[in-house]
């Protein structure tokens, strides 16, 4: 059997190519070193949030849907889903507390929609994507205003916030509050 690099030359080395090499490697664990010691003095390692390790460490969550009371919480770092319906007041008398996994963590700025037994989860409304047949399923908000609705956006451009809704005419606070209870909206600048 006859090897194919056999009858190949010898190429020939420069030792100054090895010198390269070893210096690169060199590098390339200094830098592995210094990002070690980086890592470590930040309190972090790779992928980790910040603060996680401090048990004062405080996460912005909202809690929507079948809870006592809807709303923005902070809780601590590495809460769960179960602390934060706790936040929220407990579950309602409707909240389908199986839909859920009650031990999963959350997120910095998560939210949570606590489902209801009776609709479960409704469909999500897009502020800034919806038509005016999608934002009518909404409670509230009957064919003209989300016409009105889907006007505004097409003139003014997205939503930024919530709080946007009110320049367009019949949303006013307490009609905004009843819209926002429902959990439904979504997109805000999208």
Known sequence: MH???ADKPDIPRDPRTFEVAGLLLIAWILYGIAWSLYVGTAGLSPGAAPDSEDPRATIPIRVIGEVQRPGDYSAVAGATVA????????????????????????????ALRVPSIEY???PIVYMNRSSVSE??????????????????REMHGPFRTARDLLRVRGIGPKKLETILEQGLLRGWGR
């Open 120 to 122: 479960g989860f409704q």
């Open 83 to 110: 602390d934060a319906v706790a936040l929220a007041g407990g579950p309602t008398a409707q909240a389908d507390l199986d839909r859920l996994n009650l031990s999963q963590g959350l997120l910095d700025r998560s």
């Open 3 to 5: 090897a194919p690099w």
């Open 135 to 152: 934002l009518v399923s909404l409670s509230g908000i009957g064919p003209e205003l989300a016409a009105r609705i889907v006007r505004d």
